[in-house]
């Protein structure tokens, strides 16, 4: 079965400090994982994929085949980062281009 | 460019009534896709269009839901007869094609009563 697993419904932390976002997934198969974030009344945005392995305003994300994670971090949080942030799976033997989405994790900065 | 949009930003409707939610891509993207964002559920796969393609439709949760994509452009949900577990956001995406990036329209809020 797919499944993304997203252990914190909210994170929080200090500006400053460092800032890991937990992502473990479920998938028979080769699949791509995004990290997607939504601010405050705006929409759903990406953040970063694996096949890219860029670093987006600080955050990078790597994928570990051996214990099915792609956990995000950042080692200075910003409170500009606070946010909800969602990790997705996305299928590539043949099934489409659906993203199976975590229950996200709210991450909130404090000053 | 313009992004995707969305109508109307915000629905209420009573038990058992009828809805019809508007999605407009992104100029040239092929493929569309249509989540639903509700708390208990977090964010869920509905159904996806490629082209011309027959549409995924895997993820709708029963057959009160439909929905069709005219002209490979604009798509159209429809939820008939309502129930109040239906309440969430409807949140469509695009990409240019399948396994490009995805980008979310600002959704539709549906309160069901």
């Known amino acids: 079965a797919q499944r993304v697993t997203q252990p914190e419904k909210l994170l929080s932390v200090f500006k400053g400090a460092p800032v890991e976002l937990k992502c473990n997934y479920s998938?028979?198969?080769?699949?791509?994982l995004f990290w997607y974030v939504q601010y405050s009344r705006q929409r759903l945005q990406l953040l970063l994929r694996h096949i890219s392995r860029e670093s987006i305003k600080g955050f990078t994300a790597d994928l570990n085949k051996g214990e099915t994670s792609f956990h995000l971090k950042k080692p200075f949080a910003q409170e500009e980062d606070s946010a909800m942030y969602y990790c997705?799976?996305?299928?590539?033997?043949?099934?489409?281009?659906?993203?199976?989405f975590g229950q996200g994790t709210e991450l909130s900065v404090k000053p | 460019g313009a992004g995707v949009s969305q109508s109307p930003s915000n629905k209420v409707t009573e038990k058992g009534k009828d809805v019809e939610l508007r999605c407009d891509p992104i100029s040239g993207h092929t493929a569309l896709y249509w989540y639903r964002q509700s708390l208990g559920q977090g964010l869920e796969f509905l159904i996806y269009?490629?082209?011309?393609?027959?549409?995924?439709k895997s993820g709708l949760p029963s057959d009160r839901f439909s929905a069709e994509r005219t002209g490979g452009s604009v798509s159209t949900l429809t939820i008939q007869r309502t129930q109040q577990e239906d309440s969430a956001v409807y949140l469509c995406a695009s990409s240019f094609t399948t396994y490009n990036e995805q980008f979310f329209g600002p959704g539709t809020r549906l309160t069901v009563l």
């Open positions: 998938y028979s198969g080769s699949p791509e």
């Open positions: 997705a799976l996305q299928g590539l033997n043949n099934q489409g281009g659906k993203l199976i």
């Open positions: 269009f490629q082209g011309n393609s027959a549409p995924d």
